[in-house]
């Protein structure tokens, strides 16, 4: 028997935060941290990894639950992330238990490695029922970073989250029990894994009752528009390292979902529902813009901005092109770092200034351009800005949406005029003009360095994307196409090409 | 001897505890009263073991006492405790634990 | 048969396979003096104009090249990695150095080589030099992205990344909070028209499945007829946004808040000129659609006299220069859109106005720097002896913008007019009225500026600037008296592969009917401008001014129309978006369940009481319950 590499990957974090709960103090917290990179140095290594790493034992044999784990492109994307991010935000967040009685800072830091661990399994898992299980737990230590550290109303922010998620994950049970009662009625008997499900034809109703159980589900996660109200409010009140993990992580096992379960599963249901899911994409692109652009805090509108991009992936999954699938993919990582990038240096400065309030700030720049200047180019990677990864991954799932839907598609590019006015206009209210008092009061320094190293890695990994995605959309690509295979479809031919391909 | 007289027994002793628990104010007598009514299960239990000639009813009534002698433990623990802060054993008096 | 077609670019090798340093020498100069802080500080203007001053020989080699090369092997392609591949698509970041690209190239590095040196004494008192200058070395690199590029994606790169410089050096003055507004605004405005490149992308990948223009202009004749004007349009509302032309015109006037220097470069020689280069490049998709064509051309003829009529009552002499600015690209435009015949005109006009235009902005910014900062012509005068070479290099500027006989303004902008009037007399007519009225405002501008009597301010003290900033003056006023009667007879040829234009023989002397009477126009044009602005000039705006005037002052209108149709709508929009998410969203539809829950919790929260005998009671009634229910169960 082989390593089990992926176990050890998805158990390593977990032994370390159950370590960090032990450590007492200081140390605790170098704990925490040398388990996240040894987790980004053990995932990293399994991205590279090109042989098959995959994990099947048996479980329950009774209902056909297996201990399966497996990875493929988008697993792996969605790995590297994870791994990147943790250390990102411990870093970030070296300090968060000391602004507040309360807490302390070590037991943060063993959250969000319980978090990693717990989402990694999420992204390993090939077994719906394992699946299920770590979407779920998730919740637990999520519910206590947000309810733990941040602003008064935490705990009312952590409660809603948490109902929402809980409201999803039950709808996502009926879901489950649904695809297992169907194969168990199935000749080759039970099994949750997702490789037998796919083999079951699904096609009817039953198939897209049980469709919408797990798309909801994931809607809710992602979060797409109407369901979306929890986002804005947890992220006014998480710390920033909260928020990171929440959108930057678990928000992307929505849209994962969608292309491993829903897709993968249901195809037949997944084009059956695309019209109203495609509107409902385009609705979250420019309702998301629009509540960004007339929010008066900063964390909420960052908020509606990932409602924005997330809109823009699910917009790119159910287009279904190969194009528009990897970009979605890709959007997932490169959304995780720039969106991660964007909330921790917006943590920074209202950290500073004590308030997250748009019209709190003015002339920042004057005082701390550096801060100013890592703003503005989180900013302009979520506004898409090509030289940003952001940039290549909306391009991918726009094109390779009109290449099916040009009407939908040319409404949602009205995003990217949206998105460049959320930011600037942001970015003018509150780091340009004449220095304010309020601000020259607050602001006693510009970024330290463990500010900088810790946006430093993030804009690094958004600019070199961005000139050279190859490597990663290669990786990706497998995925898109799979799915493609799954859905019995291919990509439209170019029109005017003489001959065709 | 008809087993039915062990039942009946039983039922009454367990009406027995019943009342108690609900009428006593005082917590050992209420305490008490759970434990009659264990008890009472026991007998049943046991009763009908001998009625369908297999053991599974004594092994049950074996986990009864076992849970009993714990839950024993725990209560009258808790009891103690009441009693040392609040000088008072009455069950209507611990009600700050509510809506 | 298109003579694109045939002559396929060639694979690079030698110098041409180091084009691409061209690019990453700027923008490792900007990345470089970006991340190195203040450590850089001393020596910043120095390395960013050597950065610059090093695009421009490597440029120059490869356009001696070029010039000994054979025609067939003039248009070089330059693979430098797969940015996208997926599915059915490869899309490269490639370099393409034609005949076309590599005249911008000249322009982008010669101009902004001169505008570096120009610079470090214009900015040679602001703490921000530095910045100032990694900005600027980023515009170059993007701005040569944008040229070289061989595919549209790449072009887009450079596309954004000039809007990006554009606005980080109109809000470089950050500060000042009409600098902040006009940078955002400048962004945004662009967005829009980004949009339409963005489309035109997205439709050319669904038409050819490529973006290269190579396989776009091989395919472009089999496009249908819709598709062609829907991407000649499309490609149209880009280049308006980065043109500035109507109806996205109001970001530029505006954009003068930045440095002048800037103002030079980016928003009157080289950036606002990539739409006139994005329609000229894709002329073979235009050549398919007389109807998008014809909408390039008007927009240009609209363009050109909206920004004459707005050059015409300002008092800011920036402003002044930026209407003209806009009128001159709509010349460009208006060349443009008359297909091939007008194409090389176009890059003509395109070429020398980045002369004169530049060396216009630095003037004015050389006025400003020995006026104070003042920009209010209202309060300028009697300059030409305070600074004679400003003033006598402003002068070459103004004699080839009015298109004075043989300075180069005279050979491109007659060409144009000519052209027009072979098209259409209406755009012709237009065209010549144009001309008059560039004549009228320009000359307006120098008699304000430099004639009549003194209305300094107190304590201004106007002086000549110093060698850095005249020196580049110079140079760009003898390129503006010089360079049409030195390209006039080769361009067209030169250019005739790369825009699909017939050769056509054009005189230095010869003069036709239409060009008297052009000439005859600006004479006009000049004359009104003296003959009112001979006198005093009134130190504030006057009052009683006619409608043209408050039209021209308030931009045409511009913004009141973009506020009232956009922006108050936006935000009654956004308004109404926030309220039904907190209301009907969020306290609607899944407020009214949690709403319900949390009522039901009230109410039955009062059974927890506190009493451990109710809570037994309850219990034992709730197992009396379900023994009934079992035993009634049994008996039905």
Redesign the interface.
């Known amino acids: 028997m082989t390593f089990p590499l992926l176990t050890a990957l998805g158990v390593l974090p977990l032994v370390g935060a159950l370590l960090t709960f032990l450590v007492k103090g200081n140390p605790g917290k170098m704990l925490a941290f040398a388990f996240s990179l040894a987790t980004l140095a053990l995932g990293v290594w399994v991205f590279v990894q090109s042989g098959d790493l995959s994990e099947t034992h048996q479980w329950i044999p009774a209902i056909g639950a297996w201990y399966a784990l497996g990875l493929d492109g988008m697993g792996k994307v969605m790995v590297l992330l994870t791994v990147v991010l943790v250390p990102v935000v411990l870093l970030a967040e070296w300090h968060v238990g000391e602004r507040q009685p309360g807490w302390s800072t070590r037991v943060f830091f063993a959250l969000a490695l319980l978090v990693e661990g717990l989402a990694l399994f999420v992204f390993l898992a090939t077994d719906v029922l394992l699946f299920y299980l770590f979407f779920e737990a998730t919740l637990i230590p999520m519910y206590f970073l947000i309810g733990g550290w941040g602003g008064p109303r935490r705990g009312a922010a952590a409660l809603k989250f948490l ?1 929402y998620s809980l409201a999803g994950g039950l709808i996502m049970l009926f879901g489950v029990i649904g695809v297992g009662a169907h194969s168990a009625a199935s000749a080759d008997g039970p099994s949750f894994l997702i490789a037998d499900l796919a083999k079951l034809d699904f096609s009817g109703g039953v198939g897209r009752w049980l469709f919408l159980a797990f798309f909801i589900a994931f809607a809710i996660k992602a979060p797409m ?5 929890w986002l804005p409010d947890t992220a006014e009140q998480a710390t920033p390292g909260s928020s990171t993990l929440l959108v930057g992580i678990l928000d992307k096992i929505g849209t994962f979902g969608m292309i491993r379960l829903c897709l993968g599963i249901f195809p037949e249901a997944s084009t059956w529902a695309t019209p109203v899911i495609l509107v409902l994409a385009v609705i979250s692109v420019l ?1 998301g813009a ?2 960004a ?3 008066k805090d900063l964390m909420r509108l960052i908020a509606f901005t990932s409602i924005s991009h997330f809109g823009f992936m699910v917009l790119g999954i159910f287009a279904f ?3 528009s699938l ?1 970009g979605s993919i890709f959007y997932m990582l490169n959304h995780g770092f720039s969106t991660a990038a964007l909330f921790l240096v917006i943590g920074f400065i209202v950290q500073r200034r004590g308030s997250a309030r748009i019209e709190a700030f003015g ?1 920042v ?2 005082v701390a351009p550096v801060a100013a ?1 890592l703003f503005l180019v989180s900013g ?1 990677s979520a506004l898409a ?3 940003t990864s952001s ?2 991954s909306e ?2 799932v ?3 949406a ?2 099916r839907h ?1 009407i939908i ?2 409404v949602a ?2 995003g ?2 949206l998105a ?2 959320y930011i ?2 942001a ?2 209210r509150t ?5 304010t008092e309020q601000v020259s009061e607050h602001f006693r320094d510009d970024l330290g360095w463990r500010e900088k190293s810790v946006l430093a890695p993030l804009i690094a990994l958004l600019l070199v994307f961005g ?4 490597p990663l ?2 990786v990706v ?1 497998n995925t ?1 196409k799979d799915a493609m295979a799954t859905l019995g479809m291919t ?8 001959g065709g ?1 | 001897m008809n087993p039915d007289y062990y039942l009946v027994l039983s039922a009454i002793l367990f009406s027995v505890g019943v009342l108690g628990f609900l009428l006593r104010r005082n917590a050992i007598v209420a305490f008490m009263s759970v434990e009659l009514m264990l008890n009472a299960s026991n007998l049943a239990l046991v009763s009908f073991s001998k009625v369908h000639g297999n053991l599974d009813g004594q092994i049950a009534s074996f986990f009864v006492m076992v849970v009993a002698a714990a839950e024993v433990v725990i209560g009258l623990a808790i009891i103690v405790t009441i009693f040392r802060t609040r000088r008072s054993t009455s069950v209507d008096n611990a009600n700050l634990l509510k809506f | 048969m298109n003579l694109l077609e045939t002559t396929a670019p060639i694979a690079a090798s030698g110098l041409y396979s180091w084009a691409w340093l061209m690019i990453a020498i700027p923008a490792a100069s900007a990345a470089f003096l970006l991340v190195g802080g203040k450590l850089t500080d001393a020596w910043a203007h120095l390395l960013g104009t050597a950065a610059s001053i090093a695009s421009f020989v490597i440029g120059l080699l490869l356009f001696v090249d070029l010039l000994g090369a054979t025609e067939g092997s003039r248009a070089v392609s330059v693979p430098l990695w797969d940015l996208i591949t997926t599915g059915d698509w490869t899309i490269q970041v490639g370099l393409l150095v034609d005949q076309l690209s590599i005249l911008f190239v000249l322009l982008i590095t010669g101009v902004g080589s001169l505008i570096h040196i120009y610079s470090i004494g214009y900015m040679a008192h602001d703490s921000r030099r530095r910045e100032f200058f990694a900005y600027m070395n980023l515009f170059i690199a993007a701005m040569l992205i944008l040229v070289l590029g061989d595919n549209y994606l790449t072009l887009f790169f450079g596309w954004e990344g000039v809007g990006l410089s554009s606005y980080l050096l109109i809000g470089f003055w950050y500060f000042k909070k009409s600098a902040a507004v006009a940078a955002k605004k400048a962004f945004v405005v662009n967005r829009i028209g980004d949009l339409g490149l963005l489309m035109a992308m997205f439709a050319l990948l669904t038409q050819f499945g490529s973006t290269s223009f190579v396989v776009v202009n091989q395919n472009a004749a089999s496009l249908s007829g819709s598709w062609a004007t829907i991407i000649g349009l499309l490609l149209l509302l880009a280049a308006c946004g980065k043109s500035a032309q109507v109806p996205l015109q109001s970001w530029l006037l505006d954009a003068m808040e930045g440095p002048t220097p800037v103002s030079a470069l980016i928003h009157a020689a080289t950036m606002v000129t990539a739409g006139v280069y994005l329609i000229i490049r894709s002329h073979l998709i235009y050549d398919q659609t007389p109807t998008a064509q014809l909408a390039v051309a008007v927009v240009g003829t609209v363009t050109l006299l909206f920004g004459a009529w707005i050059g015409t009552s300002k008092d800011d002499i920036k402003k002044v220069l930026a209407g003209s600015t806009m009128s001159q690209i709509g010349y460009m435009m208006l060349a443009a859109g008359l297909g091939p015949v007008g194409a090389a005109f176009a890059i003509f006009h395109l070429l020398t106005h980045g002369f004169f235009k530049a060396n216009m902005c630095l003037g004015a910014g050389s006025v400003m720097h020995g006026m104070n900062d003042d920009v209010d012509m209202r309060h300028f005068g009697a300059l030409r002896k305070a600074m004679p070479i400003t003033f006598l290099t402003f002068a070459m500027g103004y004699l080839a913008i009015i298109g004075f006989p043989f300075t180069a303004g005279f050979y491109s902008k007659d060409h144009i007019i000519e052209a027009a009037f072979h098209e259409s007399v209406v755009l012709g007519s237009l065209a010549l009225i144009g001309a008059g009225v560039t004549a009228f405002y320009m000359t307006r501008l120098m008699m304000m500026t430099f004639f009549g009597d003194k209305r300094w301010l107190k304590g201004v003290h106007p002086h000549e600037s110093p060698m850095s900033m005249t020196i580049p003056l110079i140079v760009l006023a003898v390129l503006s008296i010089i360079a049409g009667a030195a390209m006039n007879n080769w361009i067209g040829e030169w250019l005739a592969p790369a825009t699909g234009a017939e050769v056509e023989q054009m005189s230095l002397l010869s003069i036709t009917p239409i060009g008297i009477i052009t000439m005859l126009t600006v004479a006009v044009g000049v004359f009104l401008g003296w003959w009112f602005f001979r006198g005093e000039v009134p130190s504030t705006v006057p009052a009683n001014s006619n409608v043209f005037a408050i039209a021209g002052r308030n931009d045409l209108y511009g913004d009141a129309f973009n506020e009232a149709v956009f922006m108050r709508p936006g935000q009654h929009l956004v308004g109404g978006v926030s309220w039904s998410d907190d209301h009907l969203v969020d306290g609607g539809i899944v407020g009214g369940s949690t709403g319900m829950v949390s009522a039901a919790a009230t109410v039955l929260r009062r059974l927890q009481n506190g009493y451990v005998r109710s809570y037994g009671l309850t219990m034992v009634a709730g197992a009396l319950l379900v023994g009934a229910l079992i035993i009634l169960g049994r008996l039905a």
């Open positions: 109902l528009f109407p369901v979306h109200t309702y629009l509540m652009i007339g929010s092109t190969t194009q990897t002339g720049q004057k200047g302009l800005l090509p030289g940039f290549i391009f991918m726009m094109a390779g009109w290449q040009p598609t040319a590019t009205l990217t005029v460049a006015l600037m206009l970015y003018q780091m340009t003009g004449p220095l000139f050279v995605p190859g959309m290669n690509e898109a990509d439209p031919a170019p029109a005017a090409v003489e391909k």
